[in-house]
């Protein structure tokens, strides 16, 4: 079957030393081993974040992971950690310029293998906008955001426009969770990543759905992350609470959340058949779509494993591992296939 990964994760091979270009750091290098095996992320102080392989930053490897697993395409985007929120909103249109041309280029070299989305300098509304007209003219058909901006959800009234945008330019929109809230609670197991992860996907699609973004955007195509993190497993509370107190949940938005379930997109990456069934029963068949985390290690290691061995029908499974990715993007299976 027709497979399309739209959660998969790839920096440049060399990341500028931006502390130097604007003269304030926290921003992040990747240092390559001396034997071409792999390289580490770290931060411009010189802490260490995260040992990568290869195939995080260079096209080939990726492309035998590809051939490997019978990926047909994955769809590119940044390692979260590169938004660049934070920065000054000049210096961060330049990281986003700089990052979204690698990804155009990787794309341009392997057309039918790769479909790129771009990120934006989301703390400055204006230079987002501007920079998404720039996406679209690059051939990027969507961009990935983070589950929040700085102090801003995703109700936020400065980032509407910016959705706004997105749906006039027919651009799709990949909601990954980053900057985990909690996180200086949580020194120990991994639970920013296990915890804070799952939390921050249904913050965004709480904030989204109460602030009414998706009533007022009914053509928007956003797709989240990590299956939409707790938010299915907690739709219950969501809407009881949306029932008892709606003096403090239906304040922007007095449309029921339970509503919106099948009017956006989550990915696949739950890691266990029940949920995966529930989340179709739940979400609806059109509206799953194949996501790894490649090439992570909290990922699905074997791309599509999940769906090919549930219990779903071939013509649910044929859906959920391309044929939905791309009604999400906008494209065409014929684009990708010969």
């Known amino acids: 079957m027709f497979k399309v990964d739209i959660h998969t994760h790839i920096l440049p091979p060399e990341i500028p030393k931006f502390k130097d270009k604007f003269g304030y750091g926290g921003f992040i290098e990747l240092h390559q081993h001396a034997n071409c095996c792999g390289a580490d992320m770290v931060d411009d102080s010189g802490k260490f974040f995260r040992a990568v392989e290869p195939n995080c930053y ?96 995703l109700d936020d009234e400065n980032l509407f426009p910016i959705f706004e945008a997105c749906q006039e330019m027919d651009m799709a929109v990949f909601v990954h969770p980053w900057d985990m809230m909690g996180k200086e609670k949580m020194n120990k197991y991994w639970l920013p990543w296990l915890v804070g992860m799952p939390a921050e996907t249904s913050l965004a699609i709480c904030s989204m759905i109460f602030g009414g973004v998706f009533e007022r955007l009914p053509k928007l195509r956003v797709a989240f992350a990590h299956g939409g993190g707790s938010f299915p497993m907690t739709i219950g509370r969501i809407e009881h609470g949306f029932n008892v107190r709606p003096d403090l949940c239906a304040v922007d938005n007095n449309v029921n959340p339970r509503d919106y379930l099948g009017k956006f997109y989550l990915d696949s990456l ?69």
């Open 58 to 153: 260079e096209a080939e490897p990726r492309l035998k992971d590809c051939d490997h697993h019978h990926v047909n395409v994955q769809v590119l985007s940044t390692v979260p950690v590169m938004f660049s929120y934070w920065t000054k909103p000049q210096d961060g249109l330049y990281v986003s310029q700089f990052l979204n041309d690698h990804i155009k280029s990787v794309v341009e070299n392997h057309p039918k293998r790769f479909i790129g989305l771009g990120t934006l300098p989301m703390q400055d509304p204006k230079l987002a906008i501007k920079e998404l007209e720039r996406c679209k003219s690059l051939g990027l058909p969507g961009i990935e955001i983070g589950s929040h901006i700085n102090e801003w959800n």
């Open 270 to 338: 739950v890691h266990d058949p029940k949920v995966l069934s529930y989340l179709v029963d739940l979400i609806g068949e059109d509206m799953i779509a194949l996501g790894t985390d490649y090439p992570f290690p909290l990922g699905e290691l074997d791309p599509g494993k999940l769906i090919e061995n549930s219990s779903l029908i071939d013509p649910i499974k044929e859906k959920l591992l391309g044929l939905n990715a791309m009604n999400w993007l906008g494209l065409k299976k014929e684009m990708f296939v010969e």
